[in-house]
């Protein structure tokens, strides 16, 4: 050292980062060890229900859109041509689980408690106990919640994003990812446009803003408008899944 030359001391460049950013760079890994991890499981459940030509829809939305409404009016209309099963995912209560039952449909319940949305290992497990059989139609209803869900790939066939006229037309720029993610939104409640200020036009319009691929069907699952349009994609859906070549599956669940 040159005289007079002030002291230093030599550090590793990974100390001199700032505690904070650290922190954020280990949730930013243990992000992505969990995803990748729930990747890897959606993979197989997709594969699983392929294979089986079961028809994986997951339903998301915030709370009180009326996607338990719209499913108990699905079953209770179809259930005399197809063979249904229901997951349900809510933070507490057997409640959902419980109007699902009612209407005959196998149904069971995962509870998340502090968790705010389902993953792919929750459906992995639930397959265990369902085990639906070949060419029937598993619809998943995702914990009430437009952010955590959108993240997290179940294996699912289609993601339907549900969205009602008591909610803002501007929900989907509000949450881009769960519209980005989705293959159709639909619009719950159109019975009460007369009495709310929502604009089709315009929630349809910034859906459109950030997935311009997405479809829409508006419906009032209380009333039973629009349903048909409804019954029928998922009647292109499924037949579309049975028309794939792929042999059945016939091993149980690994």
Same mark, same amino acid.
């Not at 998301?60 to 209309?77: A, I, N, Q, W, Y």
């Given at each position: 050292?040159? +005289?007079? +030359?002030?002291? !230093?001391?030599?550090?590793?460049?990974? %100390?001199?980062?700032?505690?904070?950013?650290?922190?954020?760079?280990?949730?930013?890994?243990?992000?992505?060890?969990?995803?990748?991890?729930? %990747?890897?499981?959606?993979?197989?459940?997709? $594969?699983? !229900?392929?294979? &089986?030509?079961?028809?994986?829809?997951?339903?998301?939305?915030?709370?009180?859109?009326?996607?338990?409404?719209?499913?108990? &009016?699905?079953?209770?209309?179809?259930?005399?041509? $197809?063979? !249904?099963?229901?997951?349900?995912?809510?933070?507490?209560?057997? %409640?959902?689980?419980?109007?699902?039952?009612?209407?005959?449909?196998?149904?069971?319940?995962?509870?998340?408690?502090?968790?705010?949305?389902?993953?792919?290992?929750?459906? $992995?497990?639930?397959?265990?106990?369902?085990?639906?059989?070949?060419?029937?139609?598993?619809?998943?209803?995702?914990?009430?919640?437009?952010?955590?869900?959108?993240? !997290?790939? *179940?294996?699912?066939?289609?993601? =339907?994003?549900?969205?009602?006229?008591?909610?803002?037309?501007?929900?989907? *720029?509000?949450?881009?990812?769960?519209?980005?993610?989705?293959?159709?939104?639909?619009?719950?409640? =159109?019975? *009460?446009?007369?009495?709310?200020?929502?604009?089709?036009? +315009?929630?349809?319009?910034? +859906? *459109?803003?950030?997935?311009?691929?997405?479809?829409?069907?508006? =419906?009032?699952?209380?009333?039973?408008?629009?349903?048909?349009?409804?019954?029928?994609?998922?009647?292109?859906?499924?037949?579309?899944?049975?028309?794939?070549?792929?042999?059945?599956?016939?091993?149980?669940?690994?």
């Amino acid at each position: 050292m040159r +005289a007079g +030359a002030p002291a !230093f001391q030599q550090v590793q460049a990974s %100390n001199m980062i700032h505690p904070a950013t650290r922190n954020r760079q280990r949730e930013i890994e243990l992000e992505r060890d969990i995803l990748g991890k729930n %990747n890897s499981m959606a993979r197989h459940n997709h $594969h699983h !229900f392929a294979a &089986r030509h079961i028809l994986a829809i997951n339903l998301v939305s915030s709370p009180g859109s009326g996607k338990t409404s719209l499913l108990e &009016r699905t079953l209770t209309d179809l259930k005399a041509s $197809h063979q !249904f099963y229901v997951i349900e995912g809510d933070q507490q209560t057997m %409640n959902d689980a419980n109007r699902i039952a009612a209407t005959g449909v196998t149904a069971i319940q995962i509870n998340t408690g502090k968790g705010c949305h389902l993953d792919a290992d929750m459906i $992995h497990r639930a397959l265990h106990e369902l085990d639906p059989a070949s060419h029937s139609i598993l619809f998943i209803e995702n914990v009430g919640n437009l952010v955590c869900p959108a993240m !997290f790939d *179940l294996g699912e066939e289609a993601r =339907v994003a549900i969205i009602s006229v008591t909610e803002g037309d501007d929900k989907p *720029l509000k949450y881009p990812d769960m519209f980005a993610s989705s293959q159709l939104c639909i619009i719950n409640k =159109v019975d *009460l446009l007369p009495y709310v200020n929502f604009s089709v036009e +315009a929630a349809k319009a910034n +859906a *459109l803003r950030v997935n311009p691929r997405l479809e829409f069907i508006e =419906v009032s699952a209380t009333k039973g408008d629009g349903m048909s349009a409804w019954y029928n994609w998922l009647s292109s859906r499924e037949s579309a899944l049975n028309e794939s070549p792929r042999e059945l599956l016939q091993e149980p669940i690994e």
